[in-house]
């Protein structure tokens, strides 16, 4: 009797699988690397176990990156393990190539990189000739036994899945192409001068990287403009209201207008001259005034179910988590709890034949005694509102997963970031079905008719009257007016009887500045990348131009995370700063005139390609040629550039030049004196804005060129590619008779420059280290891992964990990092001094296990002034005096 084997993409699922199906076909073994009865063989991957390599000949090693053996477009695919994972891809393969082992079953994640795990594996296990076995595709949704025993019963054939397996492998060997080919080209353009600077890119992580950078250029181009608003307070007859002046003839320009030269900062409240908004307001003060009032009800429904992308952005919006901790919470709510359906979706709807289930979810949480939102699905039960709508319910806008939404299963034993999350995601679910929000909005336009001209003033108020869905996230019509100041839009205005005549008692001229646009944080960069570039806000166009954004929704977060782990981004609070590398590679890919590597939308364009041969619409031949046609053009482009620099906004430093006393500004490569005038050729000196691999920051520049000396700076790395810590400076070489760059390692210099080997002997340790768990020791002028420095034991470093002795200033004591090692944390230190700000501050020491890293904790301040009284806050606070009252 021949058996099918399943194969999953991780053993927690595999579990699940055996689990489901105990009651169905029998009891399984339990074996060292798969269960096995009767009918099946459940075995797992532990993500990817295999992964796509050049054939031999066109394999090219690192330091050896040259534009001779470039472009590599290889004529086919081979395929090689990974070798964390060698021995399970060993014990997979063996179960595959069983003979009683007649079919197989894709049970690996329902998406496009699920796909991928099981063909790399199938290819694999088969070789030339294939296993020649039939496969069968399980699609899950729901991780809930029941769901697992239906997706049996609906297997999906071979032939179905053929288009997606395409998609799969063409969007990682088109990955592979690009970022092989685009790294090595850009990293032997920017070593033609010697050394090996590392300069990576990918066919979706560098445009994404340029969205962020053109907002950043944007925003240290922008001038501040002042302008003024005239505030306005009338007296009627039953009391006050305010309005603010405004030009009733103004229209906002149109993109194109603003391409033609029209002013994109013009609102119809800003006045540009204080002489005009002083005249106008000394016109109109103490005169009467006339009015006119419209008001009419609207309503607001609420957002949308979420897909992976919108759920990603609220929880960065709302809790600050990152888009891989979301994605991380989600994946455990629904493979380890059961409590969520699939995550990795892109679709923000219901199957049109799941009203049944969606009622009896409800029931589930209206019967969760624990579960606050309790109330909330009782009263959408009792009242009907569960209903089959097309906003909710729309095959149309189903791909090949629905809506993330809460499962069958009653959650517990949730962390406190998963309880976050789920209660995110259910709250969501049931206010969906909820009524629409019901406002009455009034616009007031009070009118001073004075000598030559009448001035215009609006008065806006919206009043919640029926919270509607917003009931289900805490928000009450009382409480909502009660909350309400005057100027806001929610205020409750004093009534004007028709015809009544109001009197002007006061203007007010308020000045203010133009503000840049904001910086991206992980949310709105998310956003605009489902938007393909473009900071897309409208649930409904975001959905209409998914298909054309920057990667996937299971891809994004990794996408951001690989720009923060390349020193591409860094994290400042929520908001994603661009470093001087990410600034480098932009004036290097535009001076190339690489379009393809330097405009999101032209990347958007590529995924919608991937989603068309997901659908059978366009064949895995003609998307791979434009592939290779683009990746021939990147490095023709590099090999064939021929100028000296590249164009692009460079600095002028401040400081002069340390020799002669010239300018010293920054060219592509280097900072240099340029001479007295700022254009000649100057007296030679000059430093390279990325040494050790690791580029300059211009404040980073100016404090090296003032101080002669910066540090200690982490990101370097060495010949042997290991990452290491180090001080640099600027010392005057009799020699050459020039102030020349230098690495200080201190102590360490001889282990760094000449690869002589660390001996810890009997030393001490500290403690274990926080990565790896080996010793810790005192090395020169740091503090490192055993493992991070070459020894006779270990040539090769396995650990980077390093910090130095002296931080900002502040000298760190053998003490406080035992502290620091064994407790996480060091006492309060007192004399740290900031590099930019060249001020003192105190801080901890603390290990950041997320980021792997040793960061600042400050301590917490007081409050200068006492936190603003919400409608929340009053009702508790009111609850807490009756209480002790009582």
Known sequence: MTKTLVIAEKPSVAQDIVRALTPVTGKFDKHDDHYENDHYVVTSAVGHLVEIAAPEAYDVKRGKWSFAHLPVIPPHFDLKPIDKTKSRLQAVVKLAKR??????????????????????????AGGAKGLNKPVKRLWLQSMTPQAIREGFEQLRSDEQMRPLADAARSRSEADWLVGINGTRAMTAFNSRDGGFFLTTVGRVQTPTLAVVVEREEKIRAFKSRDYWEIHASFGAQAGQYP???FDPAFKKPTPKQIEDGADA???????????????????????????SEESKPTTQACGLLYDLTSLQREANSRFGFSAKT?????????????????PRTDSRALPEDYLGTVKQTFEMLADSPLNHLAPHALVALNQGYLKPTKRVFDNSKVSDHFAIIPTLQAPSGLSEAEQKLYDLVARRFIAVFYPPAEFMVTTRITRVAVPGATHHFKTEGKVLVKPGWMAVYGKEAAADAEDAKDGDKGQNLVAVQPGETVRTDEALVKAFKTRPPARYTEATLLAAMEGAGKLV????????MADKGLGTPATRAAIIEGLLTEKYLLREGRELVPTAKAFQLMTLLRGLGVEELSKPELTGEWEHKLSLMERGQLSREAFMREIAAMTERIVRKAKEYDRDTVPGNYATLRTPCPNCGGIVKENYRRFACTGADGQGEGCGFSFGKSPGGRTFEIEEAEALLRDKRIGPLEGFRSKAGWPFVAELTLKFSDEDKNWKLEFDFGDDKADEET??????????SLGPCLKCGSPVHMHGSHYVCSKAVPTAAQPTPSCDFKSATTILQQDIAPEQMRKLLSMGKTDLLEHFVS??????????????????KIGFEFEPRDRKYPARKTAATRKTAAKATRKVAG
Do not use: M
Request: glycine content about 8%; proline content about 2%.
């Open 99 to 124: 003979k009683d082992v007649g079919a197989l079953i894709n049970a690996c994640d329902a998406g496009r990189e699920g796909e991928l795990i099981f063909r790399l594996i199938e290819q694999y």
């Open 243 to 245: 309005g603010k002046w």
């Open 265 to 291: 900062e013009a609102r119809a409240e800003r006045l540009w001259t204080e002489a005009e908004a002083q005249a106008i307001a000394q016109a109109v003060r103490g005169q009467p005034a006339s009015v």
């Open 326 to 342: 979301t994605l991380a919470l989600a994946q455990s709510l629904y493979e380890k709890h059961k409590a969520l359906t699939y």
């Open 537 to 544: 806000e409208d649930d409904e166009l975001r959905h209409a």
């Open 755 to 764: 690869g002589e080997l660390a001996d810890f002997g009997d030393a001490e």
């Open 835 to 852: 590099n930019k700000t060249r001020r003192a501050f105190k801080a901890y020491l603390v290990w950041d296990p997320g980021a792997g």
